[in-house]
């Protein structure tokens, strides 16, 4: 018979079974609830870093609110919409041309949101001389879907935007915020998309440090729940989401770069940001604005914002 020792062993064992188990169990809901979004209209969960110690907990135990975004505004200046065939389904473009055109600048942005949230970017560089074509990732806005991978699957929205442009004349300039900055990396590196030039706002480092960073900003160790929610995010969209690193593509295409970072930005770091600018291996220029966050940077700092990127786009 067994000994109170091994019967003690045992039961440790299984203890640690169930809590692993269980580990899983949650980090595979959440991994879900960041990934797919519901068609029920509500309003999103607010910053995580923003919410009160029992809104956080209440986020750790049920998931975040993740309603599919919509476009809430409408261009002000003369577009049209267009539909563009992605391997991720239809995706919903607005398209504008200005005369004279110095080429075409394609906009993407960022994790639950929606190309409406680009129109003053857009107006902006249409008044700098380009055409414009702002368009949903899939899953987001007037496009198909309810997924979203963080960067992966939408790099291969910005390959199928950037393909379309590219057929028709002028040079093609690429402006993506955050997520759509990443899965511009990714388009790059990975599917051989070469556009003219990049601006890429405060793209993460890579998928795993993304998670840390959101347990730290609710002051919760991350370790082993963030690797255990970017695993499952992987598993649950057919692709390995370690490998979800901004940082290794930028060592892979030589396009021109601008890198945007705003220094007070609690979600993308500092170090992050250093290791994908040193990484980056055509051309490029660096700007950081001070006391922004992960907003867009005109907020705060507009005639740096504009007159850098200005500057930028006329050395291409």
């Known amino acids: 018979?067994?000994?109170?020792?091994?019967?003690?062993?045992?039961?440790?064992?299984?203890?640690?079974?169930?809590?692993?188990?269980?580990?899983n169990v949650v980090a595979a809901f959440h991994a879900w609830r960041f990934t797919h979004f519901v068609v029920e209209a509500g309003t999103h969960t607010g910053n995580l870093e923003q919410l009160t110690a029992p809104q956080k907990l209440w986020v750790l135990l049920t998931g975040i609110k993740n309603p599919r975004p919509v476009n809430q505004a409408r261009p002000d200046f003369p577009y049209v919409t267009l539909y563009l065939s992605s391997p991720n389904?239809?995706?919903?473009?607005?398209?504008?041309?200005?005369?004279?055109?110095?080429?075409?600048?394609?906009?993407?942005?960022?994790?639950?949101?929606?190309?409406?949230?680009?129109?003053?970017?857009?107006?902006?560089f249409r008044r700098f001389g380009y055409n414009v074509l702002?368009?949903?990732?899939?899953?987001?806005?007037?496009?198909?879907?309810?997924?979203?991978?963080?960067?992966?699957?939408?790099?291969?929205?910005?390959?199928?935007?950037?393909?379309?442009?590219?057929?028709?004349?002028?040079?093609?300039?690429?402006?993506?915020?955050?997520?759509?900055?990443?899965?511009t990396l990714r388009a790059e590196a990975e599917l051989g998309v070469q556009p003219t030039a990049n601006v890429l706002e405060c793209p993460y480092g890579s998928m795993l440090?993304?998670?840390?960073?959101?347990?730290?900003?609710?002051?919760?160790?991350?370790f082993p729940m963030a690797n255990l929610l970017v695993f499952w995010g992987g598993v649950e969209n057919n692709f390995w989401a370690f490998d979800l690193n901004a940082t290794a593509y930028a060592t892979r295409p030589t396009t021109p770069t601008l890198l945007l970072w705003g220094d007070a930005d609690p979600r993308v770091t500092r170090s992050?940001?250093?290791?994908?600018?040193?990484?980056?291996?055509?051309?490029?220029?660096?700007?950081?604005?001070?006391?922004?966050?992960?907003?867009?940077?005109?907020?705060?700092?507009?005639?740096?914002?504009?007159?850098?990127?200005?500057?930028?786009?006329?050395q291409q």
């Open 1 to 23: 018979m067994p000994g109170p020792v091994s019967r003690r062993v045992r039961l440790a064992l299984l203890l640690l079974a169930l809590g692993f188990l269980a580990l």
């Open 89 to 124: 389904g239809r995706l919903e473009s607005w398209y504008s041309a200005v005369p004279d055109a110095r080429g075409t600048v394609a906009l993407f942005h960022g994790y639950t949101s929606s190309k409406s949230k680009l129109l003053t970017e857009a107006a902006t």
């Open 134 to 183: 702002l368009t949903d990732f899939a899953g987001n806005g007037g496009s198909d879907g309810n997924v979203c991978t963080v960067g992966h699957h939408e790099a291969e929205d910005v390959a199928a935007v950037v393909r379309w442009l590219q057929r028709r004349p002028g040079a093609v300039f690429i402006y993506a915020n955050s997520m759509g900055a990443v899965a």
């Open 209 to 222: 440090q993304t998670a840390q960073n959101r347990f730290r900003s609710m002051h919760v160790p991350p």
């Open 272 to 314: 992050e940001t250093d290791a994908i600018y040193a990484a980056l291996r055509g051309p490029k220029q660096r700007q950081d604005f001070p006391r922004s966050g992960h907003e867009p940077y005109w907020w705060k700092h507009w005639q740096l914002w504009e007159q850098t990127i200005q500057e930028f786009l006329r």
